[in-house]
């Protein structure tokens, strides 16, 4: 029997989930409003919602005084590149851990999930200095390689579930058919595990857009993505919030939209195979 | 050409034996059925001459030819997998088509083979529908589909039957029938239902515990079963076996008599008899489960036409003197 539910317990609920999306979107909210509002109304107390002069004044500053297409193509090749090269590496590696399973391959995965655990400032030395060494600071390539490599975890846990639900013995099917091994990945395993390659590629092109650390850390200006666009409006000359709120938003704007647009999958890819 | 040739094979998945070493030869053009209850090692045992797992020790040989560490795709077999392992994302005529894809046939011979195989197996109307649009029987006919334009040495069905219901089996059981009779080609088929044994076989191999128990054809195995196992595997309903003084008269530890083989009639004068406790009314046959007969808890006796027998009423039974089967202290046939 299903369990009766009256009208008002669900509106109590829908409105308490509302509340919370609310709130959990009110930062977002506030920059985008604040990017808007001119310096001293972003910093007016009792602060002002809706009701002030909204101004496109701040975006103009914001893109006189840096090149925003230069940090966008930056973020663009760092996230697509290590996405693309992750997915490279980890759609044989999770095939061969799915399929071909050995004595080691559970620990294998825990292991490369536990290299997600350790702090990433516990490596920053090191990397830094492997970067100077090979004079890539401040380099795009060295940037998706790293990013690559952080993300690699995630990416073969997330191909290795879905894998797993792909019966075998439409695999073996292929194998009798004569197909390679190069053909049974290409032919039969990627067309049907396409829905989980893509929220994989979706969830990990988000993941390195908005990667932080490593970002700003190994680039200055060449490499710099939106990550350090924004970072560069916080701080040296004092409080900008108007501007960095039309940074931050104009940062955000591009990933933001192709959340919004790929909502179903991303569900899918955060629930990580859980639901079948 | 198809003849498989099996020499001291074995199979073990770590420690445990599934498979231990046995021979077993299967002539070219022949209808082969491994059956045995699930667990036996029939599927492995079909997987082994596939190629999708490998041979523990042994040897492996199609026409002749040493296959034993050739890859499946090299082995000129076909499977058709209970499952039907059909390509969700391709059309009918693509999964029909894939092996001659891998082959590196040309597109034009592709589509000229596809569309006879379609034609044999009645899919003509739905080459470009994928197979989550099918029927349970459509996907299977794809799945043959496909393996019938490799034209393979030889067939490997793993129970292609068990995921379809009754009517339909029977349909898809004739057609693989007639397959056979068309193509001329081996085929080697596993089954655990010893009815598809019995009714496609030329030859069946009855599995136990990956050991072979008889090797023959399907009246071989009625009529002479090796042993207990087979002879109470093969036949159905099953034989009655019975033990004891009844045995020892006919110089046996066990005696078995077959359904068919025991006349009901009027209890006065008839060897055995007992107390009909359930009688099932089929029309073409009567089947009696009758107790009390101090011979075993239930002999089941199956008559020809309609017996008026009911619940409770008295029966005699004969049994076929000539048809009583004889068993030794360790289950082996006596001659």
């Known amino acids: ?276 | 050409m198809g003849r498989i040739t099996l020499n001291q094979v074995s199979k073990s998945f770590g420690e445990t034996q599934v498979i231990p070493p046995l021979d077993l030869t299967i002539e070219d053009g022949e209808f082969a059925v491994f059956v045995g209850p699930s667990g036996c090692g029939k599927s492995t045992l079909l997987r082994l001459i596939a190629g999708l797992e490998d041979v523990t020790s042994g040897q492996i040989e199609i026409d002749g030819g040493d296959v034993t560490d050739v890859p499946p795709a090299k082995r000129g077999l076909a499977m058709v997998f209970q499952s039907y392992a059909l390509y969700p994302h391709m059309s009918v005529a693509k999964n029909i088509a894939f092996p001659l894809r891998m082959a590196g046939m040309e597109k034009a011979d592709q589509d000229a083979r596809v569309a006879r195989a379609a034609e044999v197996l009645n899919l003509t109307d739905y080459l470009d529908r994928r197979p989550g649009q099918l029927s349970g029987g459509q996907r299977q006919r794809v799945a043959i589909g496909r393996a019938i334009v490799r034209e393979p040495a030889a067939f490997l069905f793993d129970e292609p039957l068990s995921n379809l219901d009754a009517a339909l089996r029977h349909g898809m059981r004739m057609e693989i029938g007639e397959l056979h009779q068309s193509l001329e080609t081996t085929m080697i088929y596993v089954t655990h239902d010893q009815v598809e044994a019995m009714t496609m076989a030329d030859k069946i191999v009855v599995l136990r515990a990956g050991v072979i128990e008889q090797v023959g054809s399907p009246l071989d195995l009625y009529r002479a079963p090796r042993n207990l196992f087979v002879a109470g595997f093969i036949g159905s309903p099953t034989m009655n076996l019975i033990r004891g003084a009844e045995a020892e008269k006919h110089g046996a530890q066990t005696i078995g008599v077959r359904p068919e083989h025991l006349v009901p009639g009027d209890p006065d004068g008839a060897p055995w008899s007992g107390t009909v406790g359930l009688s099932e009314h089929l029309g073409s046959d009567t089947f009696l489960h009758v107790h009390g007969t101090g011979l075993a808890d239930s002999i089941t006796v199956r008559a020809d036409g309609e017996v008026p027998l009911r619940h409770g009423d008295r029966v005699g039974l004969t049994p076929n003197v000539e048809r009583i089967h004889r068993f030794d202290g360790d289950g082996l046939r006596l001659a």
């Open chain 1, 1 to 276: 029997m299903a369990r009766a539910v009256s009208t008002r317990t669900r509106i109590a609920w829908t409105a308490l989930a509302w509340a919370i999306a609310f709130l959990m979107f009110f930062p977002i909210l506030w920059t985008i409003l604040t990017s808007f509002k001119t310096e001293a109304e972003a910093i007016a107390s009792p602060p002002n919602f809706i009701a002030f002069d909204w101004t496109l004044e701040n975006y103009g500053v914001v893109q006189e005084r840096s090149d925003y297409m230069r940090y966008l193509w930056n973020s663009v090749i760092i996230a697509g590149g290590s996405t693309l090269l992750g997915i490279l590496i980890a759609v044989p590696a999770a095939w061969a851990m799915a399929f071909v399973p050995g004595r080691f391959t559970r620990d294998i995965l825990m292991w490369m999930l536990s290299t997600k655990m350790l702090p990433a400032v516990g490596v920053l030395y090191p990397i830094y200095l492997i970067c100077i060494e090979l004079g890539v600071l401040d380099n795009r390539a060295a940037l998706v390689f790293i990013l690559m490599l952080i993300n690699l975890p995630i990416i073969v846990w997330m191909l290795y579930t879905y894998f797993k639900e792909i019966p075998g013995e439409i695999l073996e099917a292929a194998r009798m058919d004569g197909a390679s091994l190069r053909s049974e990945i290409l032919y039969v395993l990627t067309p049907m595990a396409i829905p989980g390659i893509a929220s994989t590629v979706l969830l990990n092109f988000i993941l390195a857009w908005n990667e932080a650390f490593w970002t700003l850390n190994l680039t200055s200006v060449e490499a710099a993505p939106l990550t350090a666009f924004i970072a560069s409006y916080s701080s040296p000359e004092g409080l900008f919030f108007a501007k960095l709120s039309a940074a931050s938003t104009m940062a955000i704007a591009p990933i933001l939209i192709l959340g919004w647009f790929s909502q179903k999958q991303l569900v899918r890819g955060l629930t990580f195979g859980a639901v079948k």
